[in-house]
């Protein structure tokens, strides 16, 4: 069934969408990240225009963390407070990218600066995040080994302006974590994605919250950075497709629900190398595309706008 | 502005003499449908052009009445931009910008392109997909300006936005004619200018234009609508509207599992 999109003026298959969107719901209820950087570059696979895809991605990430989020509300995973706290630094994050992403438009070299990101990040925390829970999981094979509890007491502990964040167990200063949340702001902005799959492994080794906790508390404050990326490209833009956002969304929050229920049955190390392979997977393709000569050396872009 | 004008006046100019000196001969156009509604299920159109040609005199018996028929939709600038490999990677170096290149081009012919339109007339005409998109200002600095333009051909017409169809006019005791053009569902809203070119000897005999009107209609139009006159209003129903599914989908699920 084709169905026209009236923002992003193409006409494409309605189950096409839903399909897609519960593929990537279902990701995103099991590793607590909004399954924006999945989700972003197969909507541009599928023809929809890149500035469109960007922004109604944002808008259909607040739907399935709204629904990931409300499992984990029932299940009291939800760190309410760190949440807020990473947000305060999101709102920051955000707004210096959009400035960063304003100016490189006019240079014409967005398409590079979202393909580098997306390849240094994912290379990064994907590679970090499969070394160490490769670790992890051999360790817990080890008969008696019993997985200790590493308290880290680096220089996060170190730091001024301490709060106790009673779900997490947590007695640590909040620069870390407004740190943390201005660093995936400027990724939000720039990427379109809710930097869940940056946030993730910041939290558990920066800030070093228990995963239980992790993926709640990730959802929550996604919904908050996407909600206020969604409004900017709404009215500045004018990019958020409405009907596109329906049918990936109805998709996303069934396949959402049944991720959070997968992830309650897995090992917490064997959801962080699934999800490390994952992001290792995206980043190869990306990188490739940027080293491999393409079929066509030409792009069309809209001009004007200035 | 002088220049258009003066432009103007030579069209008109050779048009009067054109009428003068052949044999009359003019366009009756009918069109299958005057205007493409977008609707929410929209999956392209087909439209219908036929048509006549009216004269007073007997059949010229010099070269044959040949037709041709150009849909082309509303031109805007295109900046088109090349790649290079720089540091190992490959990147956005290089742009042009071309002045005016329509979203939506096709021709459709009745004969072979060359035989039924000579390059100086396709040239007076802007008929040919390449004559159709105009580029003053590519910039002499940049090598192969040309590839720009050619790019810009390539790429729509892989997208099935640009098409030279030839032969696909049917003509008829040399009077009748009628072609059907296929356009694609990624159109975009605008009004689409339509000639009929009648043509003897790949001279241009008599020219007719008319207008397709392209929109969105109903839901499409409302959205389209709103997200432009309130963005504030329509990015915050985008918000309610994913709430609510993530809430109604969690709610839904609980049910399940509860029973």
Known sequence: MQIYLPIAEVSVNAFLLLGLG??????????????????????FFIGIPPAVAVATEANQIVASSFSGVLAHFRRRTVDIKMGLVLQAGGLIGAALGVVVFNHLKELGQVDLLVKLCYVVFLGVVGGLMFIESLNALRKSRKPGGGAPVRRQRGWVHALPFKMRFRTSGLYISVIPPI???????????????????????????????????????????????????????????????IVLAVLLLVGGVIGAQIGTRIGTYLK?????????????????????????????????GVAGGH | MRGLLSALLCTLFAATALSAAEAREEVVLGLSQNRVAITADFDGSEILIFGAVKRETPIPDTDPLEVIVTVAGPASPVTVRRKEKKLGIWVNADSVLVDSAPSFYAVATSGPFE???SDTEDLRHRVSVERAIRSVGAA??????????????????????????????????????????????????????????????????????????????????????????QPFIYGIMSLVIAVLAGWGASAAFQLLRDR
């Open chain 2, 140 to 229: 002499m600095n940049i090598r192969g300006a040309q590839d720009f333009a050619d790019a810009v051909v390539r790429i729509r017409q892989d997208e099935g936005l640009y098409s030279l169809r030839p032969s696909t006019v049917a003509v008829d005791q040399q009077t009748l004619f009628r072609t059907a053009i296929d356009m694609p569902a990624n159109l975009t809203e605008g009004a689409y200018t339509t000639r009929v070119l009648l043509t003897r000897g790949g001279q241009v005999v008599s020219a007719y234009e008319t207008v397709i009107d392209v929109r969105k209609v109903g839901l499409e139009r409302f959205l389209y609508a709103l997200s432009r006159e």
């Open chain 1, 22 to 43: 519960g593929m990537v719901g279902i990701l995103s209820g099991m590793f607590g990240v909004g399954g924006g950087f999945l989700m972003t570059p197969l909507l």
């Open chain 1, 179 to 241: 740190m943390v949340g201005v660093v995936v702001g400027i990724l939000a902005a720039i990427m379109g994605v809710g930097g869940g799959f940056i946030m993730v492994p910041a939290m558990i080794y920066i800030l070093g919250m228990p995963t239980k906790v992790v993926v709640g508390t990730s959802l929550f404050q996604i919904i908050l950075v996407t909600g206020f990326t969604t409004m900017l490209h709404a009215t500045t833009n004018y990019t958020v497709d």
């Open chain 1, 268 to 300: 917490a190390e064997q959801l962080r190398i699934l999800l490390a392979i994952m992001v290792l997977a995206v980043c190869g393709k990306l990188g490739l595309d940027l080293l491999i000569m393409p079929d066509e050396l030409f792009s069309l």
């Open chain 2, 115 to 117: 035989d039924v339109l």
